[in-house]
T-cell receptor
């Protein structure tokens, strides 16, 4: 247990569906991240939040919409996804965004888009 | 731009044998370097990190890594592999020069033979 939980662990959705991924951290951290992990590719940073403010959006398509209501919770809202969006989506948190701080990862949500 | 290359996609070693996983990075300034491990169905866990000082870094689970600036490398080693070390290993580079982002390699999958 890393102190970062993600729900659901598995999600299958059609291209016209709307769904949300949830991440919660119990570590008192101020920074939270969404990563996409596709097979045989490096981990891709999608979004960064620091003190609930989005500080980075790495050219992610608008069909992915993040939300950070407080420092402990992070959501990724999904709509009209494409099959190539199928991947493992990992949430992470750290005390601050400075890379000196270790990032703690959740177990991920395995997303399949049909 | 910063980047990480892990030349070996898959490595198989016998239990009790020594292990070295290769990592080469590209970064315009002093890098922060990390090794993470991901067991099946789990998120990433930090094994060790290098920021400055002694170029030989000790981590958890008996792993160590050596920073070689002249070779732009940060290889991970373990003198005697255990079956429980079978997992995916990711090298990452970060630093304050690039929005505090970390860049991950594509990973090396380790199989341990009995």
């Amino acid at each position: 247990e890393t102190g970062v939980t993600q729900t659901p662990r598995h999600l299958v959705m059609g291209m016209t569906n709307k769904k949300s991924l949830k991440c919660e951290q119990h570590l008192g951290h101020n920074a939270m991240y969404w990563y996409k992990q596709s097979a045989k590719k490096p981990l891709e940073l999608m979004f960064v939040y620091n003190f609930k403010e989005q500080t980075e959006n790495n050219s992610v398509p608008s069909r992915f919409s993040p939300e950070c209501p407080n420092s402990s919770h992070l959501f990724l809202h999904l709509h009209t996804l494409q099959p190539e969006d199928s991947a493992l989506y990992l949430c992470a948190s750290s005390q601050e965004t400075d890379p000196y701080n270790e990032q703690f990862f959740g177990p991920g949500t395995r997303l399949t888009v049909l | 731009a910063q980047s990480v290359t892990q030349p070996d996609i898959h490595i198989t070693v016998s239990e009790g044998a020594s292990l070295e996983l290769r990592c080469n990075y590209s970064y315009g300034a002093t890098p922060y370097l990390f090794w993470y491990v991901q067991s099946p169905g789990q998120g990433l866990q930090l094994l060790l990190k290098y920021f400055s000082g002694d170029t030989l870094v000790q981590g958890i689970k008996g792993f160590e890594a050596e920073f070689k600036r002249s070779q732009s490398s940060f290889n991970l080693r373990k003198p005697s592999v255990h079956w429980s070390d079978a997992a995916e290993y990711f090298c990452a580079v970060g630093g304050r020069n690039n929005n505090n982002d970390m860049r991950f390699g594509a990973g090396t999958r380790l199989t341990v033979k009995p």
